[in-house]
């Protein structure tokens, strides 16, 4: 009689759908590709400004915070407030819409951050 795999047995099943090869959960409720690591930063915030894919509309970038998603969610709240404008979080970046790179890097600055100007 042949041994059970130690990889759980289960070669195909229709109860749940698509199964993650990595945790065995359905893909639907897979923890572990939610998950990606922020690359390391190197303690410096660089504010940059982008128009990129927005139909010439310009926005301010912040990256670089070694922050956690609430931090930098509550850190973007704040920033957007100063300038008066909106904006969001994503994968990191703190964009905010319009040209505020001096009234950005004055006020993280003001927090103790590092800062350059990244960008023309």
Not at 34 to 62: F, H, N
Not at 111 to 117: A, M, S
Request: net charge positive; with cysteine.
């Amino acid at each position: 009689m042949k041994a059970k795999s130690s990889s759980g047995g289960l070669v195909y099943s229709t109860e749940s759908g698509r199964m993650c090869p990595v945790c065995r959960q359905p893909v639907d409720r897979c923890k572990c590709s939610s998950v990606k690591p922020r690359p390391a930063s190197d303690g410096i915030v660089r504010v940059s400004r982008e128009t990129k894919g927005r139909a010439g509309k310009g926005v301010t970038l912040v990256k670089g915070l070694a922050l956690d998603d609430a931090a930098l969610v509550a850190l973007g709240k704040q920033l957007k407030t100063a300038c008066g404008s909106g904006g969001t979080v994503k994968e990191g970046v703190i964009e905010v819409q319009g040209d505020h790179c001096e009234r950005v890097m004055a006020l993280l600055q003001a927090q103790g951050h590092k800062v350059k100007r990244a960008g023309g």
